[in-house]
């Protein structure tokens, strides 16, 4: 399965020592998810709803692959800061940006949602991190 081989290549790069299983299923309320499948986190169960896999090309597979895997290395670093956009910040280590914008504008017309501000969720654009900082006094760009 793609999905198995893109999450194999990818945990080397932050990398992630956990095993992590990927299962399609009929239905999954959160679309993809994961999570672990024992107390010590050595082993997780990443499931994907087979109907919202099959509209995905191998840069949004990839790219929904890296956001998983950056829930993957909260819940083993750090398990209380686990929010999406910390998830998508850690897979944009693995992954680029342009392919999580298309991953969530995938996404939400599949769920039928408005989506919310992409920098709300994937962090502040490169380019944004670049612009020159108003000194005091001073009008922004």
């Keep these: 399965m793609r999905a198995q081989e893109f999450v194999d290549q990818l945990r080397g790069v932050l990398p992630i020592a956990s095993d992590v299983q990927v299962a399609a299923v009929t239905y999954n309320p959160l679309v993809f998810s994961v999570q672990p499948i024992d107390s010590h986190k050595e082993h997780f169960l990443l499931k994907m709803e087979i109907g919202f896999l099959l509209m995905l090309g191998d840069d949004e597979l990839r790219a929904a692959m890296g ?5 993957v290395w909260i819940y083993t670093h750090r398990p209380f800061l686990q929010t999406e956009r910390a998830a998508n910040i850690i897979g944009q280590q693995m992954v680029d940006r342009e392919s999580l914008k298309k991953l969530y504008s ?8 408005s989506g919310v501000p992409l920098d709300d969720l994937l962090g502040p654009s490169p380019e944004a991190s670049k612009a020159p900082k108003p000194v005091d006094g001073e009008p922004g760009p």
């Design 67 to 71: 956001h998983e895997l950056g829930h």
């Design 106 to 113: 995938k996404l939400w017309a599949y769920e039928s949602a």
